[in-house]
């Protein structure tokens, strides 16, 4: 059985910075591409990035081009988002996916989600 956690969440001031983590077990890590989504308080969940088993392809909403970024060890079957510039409507709940492309549909592992928090 293939289990997430996502750990780095917290409150921070605008225009700072966090790192997220994601951890696997279960499963081949290296053969999958991983996903971040995240869902505002009455929104729906949406995507933010998505990386491919190697970590040679990338894919960022618009949303968060150029202030976050994916990427993946495959050593320690963990996949991070940087998020520098942070801003109020970054405030979310993130969560990490096994899975590919844009749409949560295609995502059939979840993480339980870590809370992002951004003050102005």
Do not use: H
């Not at 993130?94 to 809370?115: E, I, P």
């Amino acid at each position: 059985q293939v289990q997430l956690v996502e750990s780095g969440g917290g409150l921070v001031q605008a225009g700072g910075s966090l790192r997220l983590s994601c951890t696997a077990s279960g499963g081949t890590f290296s053969s999958y591409a991983m996903g971040w989504f995240r869902q505002a308080p009455g929104k729906e969940r949406e995507f933010v990035a998505t990386i491919g088993g190697n970590g040679a392809m990338t894919i960022d909403a618009d949303s968060v081009k150029g202030r976050f970024t994916i990427s993946r060890d495959n050593a320690q079957n963990t996949v991070y988002l940087r998020m520098n510039s942070l801003k109020p409507e970054d405030t979310a709940v993130y969560y990490c996916a096994r899975g590919s492309g844009t749409y949560d549909y295609n995502y059939r592992f979840w993480g339980q989600g870590t809370q992002v928090t951004v003050s102005s």
